[in-house]
């Protein structure tokens, strides 16, 4: 007797959850390769925005040639990676070496605070490191982010390298796309994909990437007038924290108001720091932000939340950055086959990918 055929919609998803395990598993596994590339892509995004933003420019921008708009849209973007660069190569020794003193200040600051909350137990670093930090020693973290400096180096130099060399094949695309499809109509078909997720996540990144960095100077400005040390690095990281999904403005704040607490001590001495910094998130993440993106994605709170999870599981703070630009080209592509147009629906915002 024969066994029963298996439902084919059934059997679709269970070969779809068993093509995403094998996917998800190589993701995984090669992400020191794919993780510089993604980044090569997200650079040279940012780089047509300015490219294009350069060509708006009244009397210059359209006298410039696209090559000469290219190689000073390069130039500026790399400039400013080897600058961050260089800002974490000459300020993470010394972070290193304010670590204990941070150390002994910020528990001194943790105490007082459980002492104005009325708490019986006095906390110690034995006790927070077991209940809250897991063991956790802020010299030797600090240690193995100035060891891992080098390797930052090499990361943004092959970032830079793929970015520039996808700007040079940019022009050969669609030659590439006609020749290697030989059918008019799947030709136009890819060439309408590949023109949806470039306006979409260009647009994106290009607005996101010129937020942060209006953030980043906000938030060292405060921190600069507050006589916060390392302030220009810590902009630069509330910067970056920026670009991951709702848990980047919390850590945005967070993490220089621990570093501030570290550095004097005393909690009403970095209350000023933490309305500042809050009001500079809420002010630029709920109402510039909305106001310049739009819902240009169209992506739902709850997909992304789910993104932020997967991807950061995958590829750790670099899947958290890279989150919102993959799901964007994940719902773009699904949306255009009738098969997984369903899984785009239900990752929209409001179910029209």
């Given at each position: 007797m024969l066994p029963p055929r298996m439902n084919p919609r059934f059997q679709a998803i269970v070969h779809g959850a068993i093509l995403a395990l094998i996917v998800g598993w190589v993701l995984h596994v090669g992400r020191d390769v794919l993780v510089p590339l993604a980044f090569g892509i997200l650079v040279a995004y940012v780089i047509f925005g300015l490219t294009q933003l350069l060509l708006r420019i009244p009397g210059l921008g359209p006298r410039l040639p696209v090559q000469a708009r290219n190689a000073l849209s390069v130039l500026v973007i790399s400039s400013g990676l080897v600058g961050i660069v260089y800002l974490f190569v000459a300020q993470a020794d010394g972070m290193v070496v304010y670590a204990p003193r941070y150390q002994r200040s910020l528990l001194a600051g943790i105490q007082r605070i459980a002492t104005l909350l009325r708490i019986e137990s006095e906390p110690t670093w034995t006790t927070l490191r077991n209940d809250l930090l897991g063991q956790v020693n802020l010299q030797k973290l600090l240690g193995s982010v100035v060891a891992s400096v080098s390797s930052m180096v090499a990361t943004v130099a092959v970032v830079i390298l793929y970015a520039?060399?996808?700007?040079?094949?940019?022009?050969?695309?669609?030659?590439?796309?006609?020749?290697?499809?030989?059918?008019?109509?799947?030709a136009a078909r890819i060439r309408g994909i590949t023109n949806a997720i470039n306006q979409r996540v260009g647009a994106y990144l290009s607005v996101k990437t010129a937020i942060n960095v209006l953030l980043g100077l906000v938030c060292w400005g405060i921190m600069a007038l507050l006589g916060v040390q390392f302030a220009g690095l810590l902009a630069v990281l509330i910067g970056l924290l920026n670009y991951i999904p709702y848990a980047g403005s919390f850590f945005g704040v967070v993490i220089p108001v621990a570093v501030a607490l570290g550095q004097f001590g005393e909690p009403g001495a970095v209350l000023g720091l933490l309305m500042a910094l809050t009001a500079a998130q809420v002010v630029i993440g709920n109402f510039l932000d909305p106001y310049l993106m739009g819902s240009s994605l169209n992506l739902s709170p709850f997909a992304l939340l789910v993104a932020l999870a997967v991807w950061s599981q995958l590829w750790g703070i670099a899947g958290a950055i890279l989150a919102v630009p993959i799901t964007a080209v994940l719902v773009i592509v699904l949306s255009e086959f009738a098969g997984t147009r369903p899984i785009a629906i239900l990752l929209s915002k409001n179910g029209h990918p």
């Open positions: 520039a060399f996808l700007m040079m094949e940019q022009r050969f695309f669609e030659e590439k796309v006609a020749q290697a499809s030989g059918d008019p109509r799947n």
